[in-house]
Nanobody, 114 residues
Framework: QVHLVESGGGLVQPGGSLRLSCAAS????????MSWYRQPPGKERELVAH????????NYGDSVKGRFTISRDNKKKTVYLQMNSLKPEDTAVYYC???????WGQGTQVTVSS
């Protein structure tokens, strides 16, 4: 059974940083693309970034390019999202997602506010 568990969310001031983690289990982690999505209050869920199994193919949503970095550690079966220069509009629930199996984590809240 596939499990995706996010952690690392919280409250941060504008301009600050956070690192989200997603611990995966129940599948061969290194074989699959992994993604981060987010859902701001009252808005639709949107792609933040995704990364190939080997970590050599990465794409970002336009709103986070240059500020966020996705990475993965296949030995730890974990995907990360380093978020820098955070803005109030980055406030959202952030979700870890495995596209191949349409598997979602439970989400972690990120709030950017002074």
């Amino acid at each position: 059974q596939v499990h995706l568990v996010e952690s690392g969310g919280g409250l941060v001031q504008p301009g600050g940083s956070l690192r989200l983690s997603c611990a995966a289990s129940g599948f061969i982690f290194s074989a699959y693309f992994m993604s981060w999505y987010r859902q701001p209050p009252g808005k639709e869920r949107e792609l933040v970034a995704h990364i190939s199994g080997a970590g050599d193919r990465i794409n970002y949503g336009d709103s986070v390019k240059g500020r966020f970095t996705i990475s993965r550690d296949n030995k730890k079966k974990t995907v990360y999202l380093q978020m820098n220069s955070l803005k109030p509009e980055d406030t959202a629930v952030y979700y870890c997602y495995r596209p191949s199996g349409d598997n979602w984590g439970q989400g972690t809240q990120v709030t950017v506010s002074s």
